[in-house]
């Protein structure tokens, strides 16, 4: 599931040029979801064959038994190649009526007007699932939501208990803020004599996000994280490096990643999914039982997957019962049961399989990650691609190394990514 999450970020370039209008048309009245529901409507996944097809298969089933006036077709492809998949049917015009999106996947397909609002089309969307999960199919510039959220992820912090307690610091009251991290990271070098380290990566985008930085302007034609905020955050990163807090080759394109290095034993602090302990039990299987989690510092990412309703489907509300019934809570929980994901629905909040530990660091991961989820946000906006990525990365290594104020850093980098956005 890491590597199913990693490439949310492939189709947005690729779909934003293949022919279509560049202008936004207006969207007709959405139809109501308590229409009736009759006709054929396709479904399409992402590579959920032949692991889950027993799962959708069955959704399938009892969702044709409910509504006997409506058959379902069920398309799934391959997890290579989607996104090109994804645009040769937007161009020519087979998009299917409910196609499984992340919101990168989604945002120029609503533009082109190619799929249904669904906060107007379906008034309960607001009370069934949580916030974040929806405003992840906000975008800026549009009106509406353009996604239904069916399953989401966030970050854990991850902590080496043993090398803390070997350095002076407490295992049970890990940092919960970047000063936090900063003061201990001090002492565990000091005790250390340089040996290990607690910080071992430098900031990103969703890093500004998170000390208030407002990273997008409302219409979503440009990036304006160039803020006293951003500055500040980067100024902490460059006090601390030239103090010797983080590894001098964080950043280099060298740098192995503090992933690796927290499974090897050399750093005391990562971040992963809510599986990520069930990982390191393979990686450094000694290592695993030694890790404490604790909830993300400030604002928890917000990974998202979800389904969208075409526009133009022939059978609009026969797929958005369909688009509904896929990520009701009972559905999701199930999906839920069989891999490494949580339920996007309010309902799903009590369900003791997300919301208890069985007692161990892996079963306390996961409900942290759960419960995170409430307040959980995409930290970075679906227009933040590779390339801006690889600009970001250059001009926050020149400010954290002192080779250029952070001010300076950070415009750069948005007059840069507003290049690149606007192309």
Sequence with gaps: MRRYWAVLALAALAIAGCGLSSETPRQESA?????????????QTWALKPKFTDYVQGVIDAFEKQ??????????QPGDGYSEKVLSQAAGGTLPDVVNLPPDFALPLARQGLLLDVEKADPKLADEYVTGGIDAYRFAGLTGVFGYPW?????????????LAKYGLDPGKPPADLDELIEQARILKDKSGGKV????????LGDFADVGAKILADDGKSFVFNTPEAAALLDKYRAAYKEGLLPKDVLTDAYAGNAKLFAEGRVAWTTGGANYIDSLKTDNPTLAPKVVPSAAMGTPPLYVQGVSVSAKSRSPQAAIALARFLTNAENQAAFAHLTSIFPSTKASAGDPFF????????????????????????????QFNDAMRKVMEQQIALAVAGETSAKEALDTAVTKLNELLNQ
């Excluded at 399953?151 to 090398?163: A, C, K, R």
Aim: hydrophobic content about 40%.
């Design 31 to 43: 139809p109501a979801a308590s229409g009736p529901a009759k006709g054929k409507v396709t479904l």
């Design 67 to 76: 509504n006997p006036g409506v058959e379902v077709e069920w398309l799934d």
């Design 151 to 163: 399953y989401l992820n966030t970050d854990v912090n991850y902590w080496n208990s043993e090398l």
């Design 197 to 204: 380290y607690l910080m071992s990566r430098k900031p990103g």
């Design 355 to 382: 919301s208890k530990s069985d007692g161990t660091n892996a079963g306390d991961a996961k409900v942290i990650a759960f419960t995170s989820l409430a307040k959980a946000k995409m930290l970075q906006p679906v």
